[in-house]
């Protein structure tokens, strides 16, 4: 069993989880996912690793409250148990494998959005470690839901925060900013996007028109995160990859994403029926 050792909710939908997990924690990279089974007939759940403590055996979860099973996930409190978590599971970040020289050559630019947040917080804390040049962009609609302000500020040298009502931050979209820093001279050798797929197309398209190399995360697309399900299928220059085995990040001018965002609603109906019919299990929380 899998205790929890705290949880506080980041904005009324997302929930972050501190999860006693000791082996998942020894082994876990940035760019890396576990599996959530809240009880011994739950969903599987995919959830990208979104801080993890070797020393201290734990791992962080954020989940956002979109269907029942999230729903279930974030109605544990502290002290309960998950029945399972499995991982780590997917590759690690490209740069984990980068020889020291190369890598102190790179300077990072990530572009988080929404709850996507969570994961680039792993891998910006990784390279700040290691003496790498990072800046952030955090985006969201609006100054209420965004999270990990204060965590990521401690982890990269300069962060940026966008909101598309402007109440908070630079007014606009992630890609309007990007586009407007490295106007302003801001020299970078590597863009990282992690968020919703529309978000990420798009700043795939800025980044080219840049000539700026980026890499982004398909996780959203997984389900079971073992690549039997095959709904993480997605075409990657041309050919069939599997997010979960062979992601979840990818070269983002290889992705095809109107193919992966047809994909990635292929169970909306599915989803909308259990949420109608659920009741919370486990009888804990709202």
């Not at 991982?87 to 984990?96: A, H, K, N, Q, V």
């Not at 709850?115 to 609006?142: C, F, M, N, R, S």
């Not at 599997?242 to 599915?270: I, N, S, T, W």
Request: charged share 25%; hydrophobic share 40%; net charge negative.
């Amino acid at each position: 069993m899998y205790q929890i050792l705290s949880k506080d909710m980041l904005t009324p939908t997302i929930c972050r989880m501190k999860v006693e997990a000791p082996r998942l924690a020894a082994a876990a990279q940035p760019g890396q996912f576990l599996i959530v089974r809240a009880d011994e007939k739950g969903e599987r759940i995919p959830l990208t690793i979104s801080d993890f403590d070797a020393k201290r055996g734990t791992v962080t979860i954020v989940t956002q409250k979109i269907g029942a099973s999230s729903s279930d996930i974030i109605a544990y409190e502290p002290g309960e148990a998950f029945n399972d978590v499995v991982g780590p599971l997917g590759l690690p970040s490209d740069f984990t494998e980068m020889d020291a020289e190369k890598l102190s050559a790179m300077r990072y630019i990530f572009i988080a959005g929404g709850v996507g947040t969570a994961p680039v917080y792993p891998q910006a804390k990784w390279l700040h470690e290691h003496g790498v040049a990072v800046d952030v962009i955090i985006g969201a609609k609006t100054k209420d839901l965004l999270i990990y302000k204060d965590e990521m500020a401690s982890v990269c040298d300069n962060l940026f925060i966008c909101t598309d009502d402007g109440s908070e931050g630079f007014h606009g979209m992630v890609t309007a900013l990007l586009e407007k820093l490295v106007a302003e001279g801001h020299n970078y050798t590597q863009a990282v996007a992690i968020g919703p797929m529309i978000m990420m197309k798009f700043t795939t398209l800025t980044a080219k028109k840049l000539g700026l190399p980026i890499i982004v995360s398909l996780n959203t697309l997984m389900v079971d995160g073992t690549g039997m399900c095959g709904a993480c299928r997605v075409s990657v220059g041309g050919k069939t990859r599997f997010a979960c085995v062979e992601g979840p990040e990818f070269d983002g001018y290889l992705v095809d994403f109107d193919e992966a965002m047809r994909r990635q609603g292929q169970y909306k109906a599915e989803e909308a029926e259990a949420n109608e019919k659920h009741v919370c299990k486990i009888g804990r929380g709202k």
